[in-house]
């Protein structure tokens, strides 16, 4: 037996009912179950028990992030060096400038930008993980539950849809709004309707609009401002991203402005492959957005505007401009809030195509339309399933009346 195990099992009596630290069982419980698999298993043919149990499919989530925590780090780092070379910046006037003054700003030194990268996503990371645990911890000790893993990947994906600029304070309500009212009030995990991470960064966009969208909240540089690719296509179309000197395939790689985490389609494949490979994510959720996506925005490139150049743009610019690959691989495959069944895993998935087009390109004041589809979709998925469960019963009483 390991030194570790045997030190866990030394303290559990002080966790257990009637020890010391009887509140604080469900964090001595989180960490075990993190480090080891529970002994105390189900036996027998009384269960179907899957391989796989949601602390791995949680651990599976958190690892399909990777490549997109990656490139936030690079991209960060890389957007800011870049934005500090072009207005003469040689320091950083914060309590990040006593770490990256060691470092230097140079855009074209990997060093340089790993670390100035690394100053804007991990504090935003940490004060999720944090806030959000209280919230986590508190839920648990109250309702006499286990911690859940679930919040490791609601933490993560959250940090990474956040611009590298919001103030701190705000991750900490942002991320305390999604875990209470997103989930926790309902019961929590595979009780809540609502993406949690998503809900939270809902409430950052309408409460703290400022910090969540414009011009000046993407490059991590005091006095610097730019749009992204999607708000320049609001603007102008294809024509005004191209004349930003952005091409397409710059945006399918994502050293680009934007949320940290969701610029690079190329990093957002990467993770569908794992989690389409491991079968976390249903991947007939993910057709059913493409299909969604692109059925609607060629339908409305056929019917065109002479005032709204969002009606020309093509499929493949939806796909590569904003968050749509980071929400259809992360979020929109979310297995609680999701639709369950086969047939309404493709009606939700076209469903959240349908309206992450016809948001972007009906109302360009609001570009970035796929956080609300998939809100809407998780709203409308208990439905979906209702209606092909209802059908196929119905199908089957006729197939043996």
Not at 120 to 126: G, N, R, S
Not at 145 to 155: A, L, R, T
Request: hydrophobic letters at 50%; a neutral charge.
């Amino acid at each position: 037996m390991s030194r570790t195990r045997e030190f866990l099992d030394k303290l559990h009596p002080h966790f257990a009912k009637g020890g010391k630290f009887e509140v604080l069982y469900p964090v001595f419980e989180m960490v075990d179950t993190f480090l080891y698999s529970p002994a105390d298993v189900t036996t027998g043919n009384t269960h179907v028990r899957d391989a796989v149990d949601l602390k791995r499919v949680m651990t599976y989530v958190v690892l399909a992030s990777l490549p997109c925590v990656l490139m936030a780090i690079l991209n960060t780092g890389y957007q800011a060096n870049l934005a500090m070379e072009a207005l003469g910046k040689t320091s950083v006037d914060n309590w990040r400038g006593l770490i990256l003054n060691m470092f230097g700003y140079s855009p074209y030194n990997p060093l340089s930008v790993v670390m100035h990268g690394l100053m804007y996503f991990l504090p935003v990371y940490i004060v999720t993980l944090v806030a959000g645990g209280i919230w986590e911890v508190l839920f648990a000790t109250v309702r006499k539950h286990d911690v859940n893993e679930g919040f490791f990947v609601s933490s993560m994906l959250f940090a990474l849809s956040l611009p590298p600029s919001i103030p701190l304070w705000q991750v900490a309500i942002g991320i305390s709004f999604g875990v209470v009212l997103g989930k926790e009030v309902f019961g929590g995990t595979g009780k809540n309707f609502l993406n949690p991470a998503l809900t939270g960064r809902a409430f950052l966009y309408f409460a703290y609009p400022a910090s969540m969208s414009g011009d000046a909240v993407w490059t991590a540089v005091d006095g610097y401002t730019g749009a992204t690719a999607l708000g320049l296509a609001a603007m102008g179309g294809v024509d005004g991203i191209t004349a930003a000197g952005i091409g397409w395939f710059q945006t399918l790689i994502g050293f680009e402005q934007g949320s940290m985490g969701e610029t690079s389609v190329l990093a957002c494949a990467l993770g569908a492959a794992f989690l389409i490979y491991t079968r976390v994510a249903n991947w007939r959720v993910m057709a059913g957005v493409m299909v969604g996506m692109v059925g609607t925005s060629t339908l409305l490139n056929i019917i065109g505007s002479d005032s709204n150049a969002m009606y020309s743009m093509p499929f493949y610019w939806h796909l590569t401009l904003g968050g749509f690959a980071f929400g259809m691989v992360y979020m929109a495959t979310d297995p609680v809030s999701a639709a369950m069944t086969n047939p309404g895993r493709w009606v939700f998935g076209a469903l959240v195509g349908f309206m992450t087009v016809l948001i972007r390109v009906v109302n360009p004041a609001f570009p970035e339309g796929i956080m609300l589809a998939i809100l809407f979709s998780n709203i409308f998925a208990p439905l979906i399933d209702y209606v092909v469960i209802k059908a196929n019963i119905r199908r089957r009483a006729k197939r043996y009346a």
